[in-house]
């Protein structure tokens, strides 16, 4: 076989994430997951760093360590950087963030350009974007080439979305009008009614609706949305797609996870006062990388782990100190926000750290639940260790996936489901007391009926990747769809 004919037999896809570390550690694992399938396919990685990268020490040094790997036939490329101010009006946030992704679809128009052109190359099967970077698909047109998307919340939230804008433009109705009430909605991912409360924050103002709208009809004109879910998780979910012509195909290729992504990093002080605690006893607080709380919050949780006499350890980050980074960091003495004389007293069974190797203390015996954000990434790594989580939403989709896995699946316990926090605003409104959080962190360490629907669904969710398993299934049949694309 000559080079000519070894490259046509390749499938070359062009994987585009958003610009944010759990989106790309989610990209880089489902391609990892790809090229070991089959050989057949080759993947690029082409990489949009944040605005202003310098203030993304995570996402910065994150993008430094993939340029020094190299990954049989995954290569990197990191897209060219245009001069954008930030907005100055806040409400265009959303504009912003869009025209930004926008930006770089000439950028990589050239570098497809130069893969098509260059000898002895495979053809380009597809573009793999992000679920924010679907601004690409118009590029991907241009050279003739499917899109699919890479979803990287649940199925639910994506049966939401499509609720939404079929709900706008479909039956013409005010969503507002709908969200002010204060009601209950029946969407075809939910078998339970979801309150109007807990849709995200971004539906409650027109330029957010409008972003929502503009993705959703976007994600309706890929061949195929590949979703970071499994069928046994979200049954009813996948299922209600299939009613839907109106709905690409559907993949369910997860748990998507990035299980050694800081097991090299961490900080082996927490390991070895995990080591020290008896199996399953431990509470662990955290609130992802965008997570942080002022001083009253801060304290309100301080009083509550306190009353509830549990052991724990509590990841406390310090909000952005400007308007810059919009990035948590860590204090350099965390006394001086926790009421006076906590650390001492609380000193033998807690521990308050910075940064938080999530993974590595997840996977660890002594934790025994789970005080989260709900982002997904971390409700699917909480299944796949089976630590039972208590949820306390903050922004983005998080209060649907609250919902979902509190009152739809019962694989969760409440601390607020309706707690909102704009990313921007951090002194915030409303502050979840210190009852409320003993209660939850009371019901999240003795439901044993919970406990244990947890721990069989960490059974189910590595049986789905697993060879025979659901996820492998749809992986393969995704696969299939990129060899014909060749064909």
Same mark, same amino acid.
């Given at each position: 076989?000559?080079?000519?004919?070894?490259?046509?037999? $390749?499938?070359? #896809?062009?994987?585009?994430?958003?610009?944010?570390? *759990?989106?790309?550690?989610?990209?880089?694992?489902?391609?990892?997951? &790809?090229?070991?399938?089959?050989?057949?396919?080759?993947?690029?990685?082409?990489? $949009?760093?944040?605005?202003?990268?310098?203030?993304?020490?995570?996402? !910065? /040094?994150?993008?430094?360590?993939?340029?020094?790997?190299? !990954?049989?036939?995954?290569?990197?490329?990191?897209?060219?950087?245009?001069?954008?101010?930030?907005?100055?009006?806040?409400?265009?946030?959303?504009?912003?963030?869009?025209?930004?992704?926008?930006?770089?679809?000439?950028?990589?128009?050239?570098?497809?350009?130069?893969?098509?052109?260059?000898?002895?190359?495979?053809?380009?099967?597809?573009?793999?974007?992000?679920?924010?970077?679907?601004?690409?698909?118009?590029?991907?047109?241009?050279?003739?080439?499917?899109?699919?998307?890479?979803?990287?919340?649940?199925?639910?939230? #994506?049966?939401?979305?499509?609720?939404?804008?079929?709900?706008?433009?479909? #039956?013409? %109705?005010?969503?507002?009008?709908?969200?002010?009430?204060?009601?209950?909605?029946?969407?075809?991912?939910?078998?339970?009614?979801?309150?109007?409360?807990?849709?995200?924050?971004?539906?409650?103002? %027109?330029?957010?609706?409008?972003?929502?709208?503009?993705?959703?009809?976007?994600?309706?004109?890929?061949?195929?949305?590949?979703?970071?879910?499994?069928?046994?998780?979200? /049954?009813?979910?996948?299922?209600?797609?299939?009613?839907?012509?109106?709905?690409?195909?559907?993949?369910?290729?997860?748990?998507?996870?990035?299980?050694?992504?800081?097991?090299?990093?961490?900080?082996?002080? $927490?390991?070895?006062?995990?080591?020290?605690?008896?199996?399953?006893?431990?509470?662990? &607080?955290?609130?992802?990388?965008? *997570?942080?709380?002022?001083? /009253?919050?801060?304290?309100?949780?301080?009083?509550?782990?306190?009353?509830?006499?549990?052991?724990?350890?509590?990841?406390?980050?310090?909000?952005?100190? +400007?308007?810059?980074?919009?990035?948590?960091?860590?204090?350099?003495?965390?006394?001086?926000?926790?009421?006076?004389?906590?650390?001492?007293?609380?000193?033998?069974?807690? %521990?308050?750290?910075?940064?938080?190797?999530?993974?590595?203390?997840?996977?660890?015996?002594?934790? *025994?639940?789970?005080?989260?954000?709900?982002?997904?990434?971390?409700?699917?790594?909480?299944?796949?260790?089976?630590?039972?989580?208590?949820?306390?939403?903050?922004?983005?989709?998080?209060?649907?996936?609250?919902?979902?896995?509190? #009152?739809?699946?019962?694989?969760?316990?409440?601390?607020?489901?309706?707690?909102?926090?704009?990313?921007? +605003?951090? +002194? @915030?409104?409303?502050?979840?007391?210190?009852?409320?959080?003993?209660?939850?962190?009371?019901? &999240?360490?003795?439901?044993?009926?919970?406990?244990?629907?947890?721990?069989?669904?960490?059974?189910?969710?590595?049986?789905?990747?697993?060879?025979?398993?659901?996820?492998?299934?749809?992986? @393969?049949?995704?696969?299939?769809?990129?060899?014909?694309?060749?064909?």
């Amino acid at each position: 076989m000559n080079q000519n004919e070894m490259a046509n037999t $390749i499938a070359e #896809l062009v994987f585009i994430p958003a610009p944010g570390v *759990g989106h790309i550690m989610s990209t880089v694992e489902v391609a990892k997951l &790809l090229v070991n399938r089959d050989q057949r396919l080759s993947i690029t990685v082409l990489i $949009i760093k944040p605005f202003k990268s310098g203030s993304h020490s995570a996402m !910065t /040094t994150f993008i430094e360590t993939l340029a020094t790997k190299t !990954t049989n036939r995954i290569s990197f490329i990191e897209l060219p950087q245009d001069e954008i101010g930030p907005p100055h009006d806040p409400n265009s946030r959303m504009k912003f963030f869009t025209d930004y992704i926008s930006s770089h679809c000439k950028h990589v128009r050239n570098v497809v350009a130069d893969m098509i052109n260059q000898p002895g190359s495979g053809r380009v099967a597809g573009f793999v974007v992000d679920m924010f970077c679907t601004s690409m698909i118009d590029v991907a047109n241009e050279f003739n080439v499917p899109t699919y998307v890479f979803f990287t919340s649940g199925a639910a939230y #994506l049966a939401v979305k499509f609720y939404i804008q079929t709900f706008c433009d479909d #039956l013409k %109705k005010d969503f507002f009008e709908l969200n002010r009430s204060d009601t209950e909605i029946s969407v075809p991912s939910f078998v339970k009614p979801m309150p109007t409360k807990v849709l995200p924050p971004v539906f409650q103002f %027109k330029e957010g609706l409008d972003f929502v709208l503009s993705s959703a009809r976007d994600l309706k004109k890929v061949k195929a949305i590949m979703v970071n879910t499994y069928f046994e998780l979200e /049954t009813y979910a996948i299922e209600s797609f299939s009613s839907d012509i109106s709905v690409p195909p559907v993949y369910p290729v997860g748990p998507i996870l990035s299980l050694k992504g800081d097991s090299e990093s961490h900080d082996d002080d $927490i390991i070895k006062w995990l080591d020290t605690q008896p199996p399953s006893s431990v509470v662990f &607080l955290c609130f992802g990388s965008m *997570g942080s709380f002022n001083e /009253t919050q801060v304290k309100e949780i301080a009083h509550g782990l306190e009353q509830s006499g549990r052991r724990f350890l509590w990841s406390l980050r310090r909000p952005p100190s +400007d308007e810059t980074s919009k990035v948590p960091g860590d204090y350099e003495d965390p006394g001086v926000v926790l009421p006076e004389g906590f650390l001492e007293r609380t000193d033998e069974i807690g %521990k308050v750290i910075g940064w938080a190797p999530q993974v590595a203390v997840l996977a660890h015996s002594a934790v *025994g639940g789970f005080v989260t954000h709900c982002g997904w990434n971390s409700l699917l790594e909480s299944l796949w260790f089976g630590v039972p989580t208590a949820a306390w939403p903050m922004y983005a989709e998080q209060q649907v996936n609250a919902f979902q896995m509190v #009152l739809e699946l019962g694989l969760a316990v409440e601390i607020k489901l309706d707690y909102k926090k704009d990313l921007f +605003d951090i +002194d @915030g409104n409303v502050v979840v007391t210190a009852d409320e959080i003993e209660s939850g962190i009371r019901r &999240l360490m003795t439901d044993s009926e919970m406990r244990t629907k947890v721990k069989a669904m960490s059974d189910k969710s590595r049986l789905a990747v697993a060879e025979g398993g659901s996820s492998y299934a749809s992986v @393969g049949c995704l696969i299939q769809d990129f060899i014909r694309n060749i064909s």
